[in-house]
């Protein structure tokens, strides 16, 4: 019965979804009051107040009048199944050698970015590829616009590690004096040429036991230790300040594919031809 009842309040909920997205602003706040409801009887049948709250955020996301629009300068370029396929004949699966990734991130730096984002780790030296590895080094020494990647580990494994907060390129200090910079366990970029940089950010998703991503760290806390995320260390870059706390609310522009994306064959091959 109780199943039931929770597949009727999500057809209902979903038809106000449907209502709301072509409604005036007359009906406006009346379906939003139904969709709250809604969302707290689903509460309430869960035994959860948390569900209350991403349901609630949920429905906002869905069913806004004007989502925000998204930025017209932000691309994204994906290593996709194309890419996967396209590169695989001349320089085999992923992943490829190093040089791959320096030959793009220099063909993007020479058109002047504000920013490249490498959502990729580099974590472990590549034994294979030593001088391929040694064209990539090249490239991060003359990159002022690339950004790199780390990850927080979960702090379970802290006390394994040989790596100390303070050693955490970009981190910030405490405020408070004598804070001891105790083990902190993360995957840092292997390469000093992209330590060096201090353009590196953690990019752990922030999951709800949903599994979806409804907010984004701005930095994970360390003993008041601050180590920044990616996202607020591009944001610094461009000059931007950051919000208080250590995480932010999501504000979706849209669905998936709602922002221009190239396969990154498509870009490389394309560099080569030229």
Not at 60 to 71: D, E, I, S, V
Request: net charge neutral; proline share 7%; aromatic share 8%.
């Amino acid at each position: 019965a109780a199943a039931a009842m929770r597949a009727q309040v999500d057809r209902a909920r979903r038809r106000i979804v449907r209502i709301w997205a072509t409604c005036s602003y007359r009906h406006y706040f009346l379906l939003l009051g139904l969709m709250v409801a809604l969302a707290a009887a689903t509460t309430i049948m869960t035994g959860h107040w948390s569900a209350f709250e991403r349901k609630t955020f949920d429905l906002f996301m869905q069913a806004r009048l004007h989502p925000p629009a998204t930025h017209p300068e932000i691309v994204l370029v994906n290593i996709d199944e194309r890419s996967l396929a396209e590169m695989a004949a001349e320089y085999g699966r992923w992943n490829w050698p190093r040089r791959i990734l320096g030959e793009l991130i220099g063909h993007i730096e020479a058109q002047g970015p504000r920013a490249i984002l490498l959502d990729v780790i580099i974590a472990d030296p590549d034994l294979q590829n030593p001088d391929s590895e040694a064209a990539f080094d090249a490239v991060v020494r003359n990159a002022p616009h690339t950004y790199y990647s780390s990850i927080r580990l979960p702090a379970r494994f802290d006390s394994e590690s040989a790596l100390t907060v303070d050693r955490v390129p970009g981190v910030i200090t405490p405020i408070a004096p004598g804070a001891v910079a105790r083990p902190v366990a993360m995957l840092l970029p292997y390469l000093d040429s992209m330590v060096e940089s201090g353009r590196v950010g953690t990019t752990n998703l922030l999951s709800d036991r949903d599994g979806v991503a409804r907010e984004a760290f701005l930095f994970h806390d360390v003993g008041g230790w601050h180590i920044p995320s990616l996202p607020g260390v591009v944001a610094i870059g461009q000059g931007s300040s950051l919000p208080s706390g250590d995480r932010i609310v999501l504000n979706w522009r849209g669905p998936p594919g709602v922002y221009p994306s190239l396969s990154f064959s498509e870009i490389y091959l394309d560099t080569l031809r030229q």
